[in-house]
Each structure stands twice: as C-alpha cells, then as structure tokens.
C-alpha cells in the first residue's frame, strides 16, 4: 500500500493510502 502511493505527490498519496483502506 505504501509502496503504490510511494512515488505519489503527498496529496495524492493520502487519496491512494484512503482508497486502499477502504
């Protein structure tokens, strides 16, 4: 999960990491 959201800008990252959790 971190990983996919590693190379993401930081705001986006937090969408990913959102997205992932649910």
Do not use: E, I, N
Not at 8 to 18: F, H, K, R
């Amino acid at each position: 999960m971190y990983m996919c959201g590693s190379f993401v800008s930081g705001g986006q990252l937090v969408a990913v990491q959102t997205a992932f959790s649910m």
